[in-house]
């Protein structure tokens, strides 16, 4: 006879997988997703009013943890099957630790340290087991149950650090690194071993697609902030320069990743053998630092917006230098996870952005030449289509 737990986690709930490569994404993985609107623009505000070394490596853990909430739920949602029941109630429920999250941003560090721990933690946790559960007797829920491990061990470190504030950021850190370092040792357990990547049965279309809606959500971010600035400011001829070179930023970020490489990706994973193993690095890892940049662009898109014509502080430079460089080292892992070669174009902006950098604070210019600068280094980047090239060839 089944128990209340079986009835709770059965195993019909699972997707249909079938022999193609692709799974569709529900209303419900969207309905999810909105909560992630709300969190980037946090976590972009976040930045903005942090602008020092310390309020860069809080915001970088705060997202690290946001990200890495995201990128599991959305793994999961790959077995899982969202349109049914059970898979609704823990999406919902998902949902509700992830917004508590998202409100606990902007004090992470300080009072709401402990709804934003204990969020990530129940998050973790109950996506862990409950999938281990409903897969069991099965490999994935032996992998699962494994995952579920590594998620009491880190978790036990995000509790400490919303418990003990002056080690709060050392512990998160810790906890960040267990997280991210967990898959790549197979989730290795004593008396269990490692969990074989191949094991990790997934459909990675339907992952791709889901980190390219959570990136078109980033470059949202962008938006409105470019629009939400002009909307309260007077409209001038610098107001007007300065937000077409944000919305030029913008469109060369969506180009890179769309035009250069969006069709690769697709391509890889129809053919891909080991769908885990490039999703790991690709999706997981490659995208969350495209994402991340993003952020750190909007970020940038909004001083240079609001102050075009004042001379921009040192942390803004390197906000704004930051930005592309790190959306662009995650362009690049996707590239090299795809197996195509890494267009030498990319590699100007490395060099162009600190030199632009150091221009702009030596002659105490405004953010209008700072945004010009970023503009002239980047938009000629996504012009030359590598693909093209490599075609021409």
Not at 65 to 89: E, F, H, L, M, Q
Not at 233 to 262: C, K, N, Q
Request: hydrophobic content about 55%; some cysteine; glycine content about 8%.
């Amino acid at each position: 006879m089944p128990t209340l737990l079986d009835r709770l986690a059965p195993t019909d709930s699972l997707r249909e997988r079938g022999s193609g490569p692709h799974l569709k994404v529900t209303t419900i993985e969207l309905f999810f997703d909105l909560v992630y609107v709300f969190t980037i623009i946090q976590l972009s505000h976040y930045l903005l009013e942090h602008q020092t070394w310390r309020g860069a490596l809080e915001a970088a853990t705060l997202f690290a943890g946001v990200w890495w909430a995201w990128n599991y739920t959305t793994w999961s949602a790959n077995w899982i099957d969202p349109d049914k029941a059970p898979g609704r109630i823990l999406m919902l429920v998902l949902m509700a630790c992830a917004l508590m999250m998202a409100v606990s941003i902007h004090y992470a560090f300080g009072y709401r340290a402990w709804p934003f721990g204990v969020a990530y933690v129940a998050m973790a946790l109950i996506r862990a087991f409950y999938m281990a559960r409903v897969m069991r007797d099965t490999q994935m829920g032996q992998n699962y149950w494994q995952l579920g491990v590594w998620s009491c061990l880190s978790g036990t470190l995000w509790i400490a650090g919303a418990l003990i504030e002056p080690l709060r950021l050392p512990l998160w850190i810790v906890a960040v690194l267990i997280d991210y370092a967990a898959p790549y040792i197979g989730f290795y357990v004593p008396g269990h071993g490692r969990t074989p990547m191949e094991t990790w049965t997934l459909k990675g279309m339907h992952l791709l697609e889901r980190n390219q809606l959570i990136f078109i959500i980033a470059l949202g971010e962008s938006i409105l902030l470019l629009g939400g600035t002009m909307v309260g400011a007077t409209l001038t001829a610098p107001l007007f320069l300065t937000a077409a070179i944000g919305f030029a930023l913008i469109v060369s970020m969506w180009w890179l990743y769309f035009v250069h490489s969006a069709e690769a990706g697709e391509a890889a994973f129809h053919s891909a053998e080991e769908q885990t193993k490039l999703a790991r690095a690709g999706l997981a890892y490659a995208h969350g630092i495209m994402v991340c940049g993003a952020i750190v662009v909007a970020v940038a898109i909004e001083v240079i917006v609001a102050h075009p014509t004042d001379a921009v502080y040192l942390s803004s430079i390197l906000i704004a230098c930051a930005g592309p460089l790190i959306f662009l080292v995650g362009n690049m892992m996707f590239r090299r996870t795809l197996g195509h070669r890494i267009p030498i174009s990319y590699f100007a902006p490395f060099v162009a952005m600190p030199v632009i950098g150091w221009a702009v604070h030596a002659a105490h210019a405004p953010g209008l030449v700072l945004g010009l600068g970023m503009v002239a280094v980047m938009l000629p980047v996504a012009a030359v289509n590598p693909n093209r090239a490599a075609d021409a060839s």
